[in-house]
């Protein structure tokens, strides 16, 4: 697993090449680029982790827990509204 923000995938966006999607990271909706991800077609409720305002990883939701947690290790308060990557 790559070190960055969990989010979960609130609704792809049409147009931009179908790349981008708007993305809940902590309570916040940000869009993200989506084209770096390999596995298939991405579906609203999936958790990704973005890098740099890219999508690098789908995790489950454990994953996305862990991912939260490393964060809160490093001094990032889960409530904190911060850049998502």
Excluded at 52 to 67: H, K, N
Aim: aromatic content about 4%; proline content about 6%; hydrophobic content about 45%.
């Amino acid at each position: 697993m790559c070190l960055g923000i969990p989010g979960q995938v609130v609704e792809l966006l049409e147009g931009y090449g179908n790349q981008l999607a708007l993305v809940d990271v902590a309570g916040v909706r940000r869009k993200i680029n989506i084209g770096l991800l390999d596995e298939g077609p991405l579906e609203p409720g999936t958790w990704v982790l973005i890098h740099m305002g890219f999508a690098l990883e789908r995790v489950d939701p454990a994953g996305a827990e862990r991912a939260m947690g490393g964060l809160e290790l490093m001094g990032r308060p889960r409530d904190a509204d911060s850049d998502a990557g």
